[in-house]
């Protein structure tokens, strides 16, 4: 927070954006951090994830995309996606159940170190050809789908009473391609 406040009005996006990333670093959800994730997922979204969401994210398969976010030495950010196979054989799918990031913390570049890192993880997953990513945003989100379409998603339908216990109960589906060498070393 002290690094933002203190940063000149001309200094330019990427910069700022190149030294809030020195601070983030990412690491898999474990079932030593699960108390940290389910923490997180209470404080940022109205819905009570089951023991089974729990169990999910700590298997092997899904290392990469359940990711925990840190800034600095502070947890702050969080990203769970899981594997689903698509009709065509040797294909599937990522599904992202949650992604969210503590609101003193936004701004920072976390929610799109997140998202960059699952998109690399599934341009170069092998056990399956990971073709899309995507996810139901609430429908009053609009700042998460402003997210979201700048990193390249779009809204291909849109589901209604998606949502059981919380109002509106519509979501915007959106998505986007995973897309070879998008993100180099
Ligand atoms: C959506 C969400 C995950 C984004 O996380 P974030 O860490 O704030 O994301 P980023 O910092 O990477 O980008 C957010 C915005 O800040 C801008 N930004 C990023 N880094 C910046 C920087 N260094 N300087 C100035 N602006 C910056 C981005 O351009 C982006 O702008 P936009 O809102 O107009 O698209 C976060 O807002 C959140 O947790 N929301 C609540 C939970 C939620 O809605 N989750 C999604 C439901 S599916």
Known sequence: MADSSSSSAVESKPLKAARASTKISLTPVTANNLGTVRKLNSVLFPIKYSDRFYQDILLPEVEEFCQLAYYQDVPVGIICCRIEASEKAGEGKLYCMTMGVLAPYRDRHIGSECLQHVLKAAASY?????????????????SARRFYERHGFRQIGLQERYYKKIVPRD????ERPVTQGEFPD
């Not at 092998?126 to 609009?142: E, K």
């Open 126 to 142: 092998s056990r399956l050809r990971l073709t899309d990513i995507y996810m139901h945003v609430q429908i009053s989100n609009t």
């Open 171 to 174: 979501a915007w589906v959106l």
